[in-house]
């Protein structure tokens, strides 16, 4: 899932920050417009999804505690995922057809899902808490995103 979630994102702007080097940081592509926005010297709506990266252009070692949120269909059924920087859990159509946690930490390919494991249960409890917080309405298989567009 990883592999396919990820893009490659690289900022260079007038004294936006530090040059040439990466963030370990979590972010996602909805980020750039209160990024461009901000850079711009410009206030962007207050209801946007997203949040600026400016203070990771001056300090990729910034704390950061966003996560970032992705969406499959990969047939009848919707997938969500939800990423920090140590974790993957991903819900199968809400949960009802299976549930994957991987710790990035030790296992960045995602070969051990250990969403069922009692050690890493409140782990995944807290991960579904952030998909539901993010999908909060639930999708029956097929019928399309659980949560408007803004």
Known sequence: FEESARVPLIVAAP????RGQASPRTVELIDLYPTLAAL???T???DLQGA???PLLKNPQTPWSRAAYSQVQPGAFPG???RTE???Y???D???RGTELYDHDRDPHEYQNLANDPKFAAVAAEMKSLVKQNWPKPVTAGKGPAKPSP
């Open 15 to 18: 004294g936006a920050g530090v």
């Open 40 to 42: 711009a010297g410009l």
């Open 44 to 46: 962007p709506p207050a």
């Open 52 to 54: 600026s990266l400016v």
């Open 80 to 82: 969500w995922s939800v």
């Open 86 to 88: 140590r974790w993957r």
């Open 90 to 92: 991903t819900e199968w």
């Open 94 to 96: 809400g949960g009802k």
